[in-house]
């Protein structure tokens, strides 16, 4: 008896499909890649290095209730990926990053489509996540308000990046290696790139 | 009933961002992977811009003749003038897995006098085997220097590792050190920031 149900053998093409935009999204986004980010760096003359953490797609959301950080988000055109380019996106592709291209968000589904559902906590049908998700929107945007930080404490872009950069190694040629445990405190990994001593 | 079903939930989705937001901050404020910034120059060393013209934080959070940096900046959490890092109030997580690195970042070394300046950055640990970071492009190591003039208002990022001895870990007083930004074509002082990590648990 198998421990995955048949339905898993029709989605395989599928899955397949969406594996191979996950490997698009690395590619577009993080480091040592980040050939979307490296455009735009370049386009935008910013002097910073490439990776997941120059197109920010959690700070500008908490800024949306921070009125004077709209200045900021227009001398800095980057921000604007998650608040204006994705939901303009979204308006002819439909949840085409969030769904398709985000890695951050895929690595999660494809490490749960590993266990075999019986082991799953299933709350679909049980729980509607709607409003938990939407009150997690608000609280997130209104943290800093009460003294909390939420976007980049618990950051899944970056511990994304570190698994990748774990796996590829950073730009100063180091070998390859898991980087430090940075997902398992809550702070901000700053991104960028390990120098020499 | 069914819209305070609705509610509640989303009252719990709130509550759970602010809950765990809280709980990361009162981490991130005194003993993991604390952030500050830094001003410089400081202390009458050259001459600096008006809050106002600054920018940023400066901007919003000070009076019009309000014209004065703190010794070694303010810090983005916590005190001024100081930065402690207190390795005994690690959480529980951190304390098990990785107690002996410590990290300290600031994506805010700013430049708040009136010229542009390419800055030298000192870290001066207790001799702690130390490594540093940045996503600058303009940065070169050998010389711990910007290759880039940082204009007024403009800001520099870097962050620091140090690897702290088991042997060290008990002591209530593991380092006192300094950070220091010096104008790197002048070799000037423009700042510097007391950098101290300590074990209030020690004993």
Redesign the interface.
Known sequence: MSLYPKVYRSLRRHWLYRFLFFLLGIVLLYAPFALLTRLVLWLTGTPLLPDVHRICMRMPIQWLAQPWMYGTMIEQPMYLGSVLVLPLAALFAGPLFCGWLCPAGGLTEYLSRLVPPRFQIDLAGKVNATPIRYGFTVGMMGASFVGANVCCSFCNFTHTQNIISGIFGDFTGQPPRLQRLHGLCPGVQPGGHRLPP | MKRI???S??????????G??????S??TKA??M?FSVNFPSEGRAETTSCCNVGGPWA?EHGDDWNDYPAGGLLAYGDEGALVVDVGQ??L??RT??PG?I?I?S?WLRNVGTQPYRIQIEMDMCGL???????????D?ETQSST?FIEPGDTF?M?W?FHIPTEQRNQATICAGELRILDADTGDLLTDLPVKIVNSKAG
């Open positions: 079903g609705l509610w939930l989303a009252l719990l989705g709130f509550g759970f961002a602010i765990f937001g809280l709980w990361a901050q981490l991130f993991e992977l952030h919003r690690q959480g997580i951190k897995l990785q690195l990290s970042s994506h085997d130390m490594e540093w970071l940045t996503f600058e492009a303009n940065w190591q880039r990022s962050d590792f």
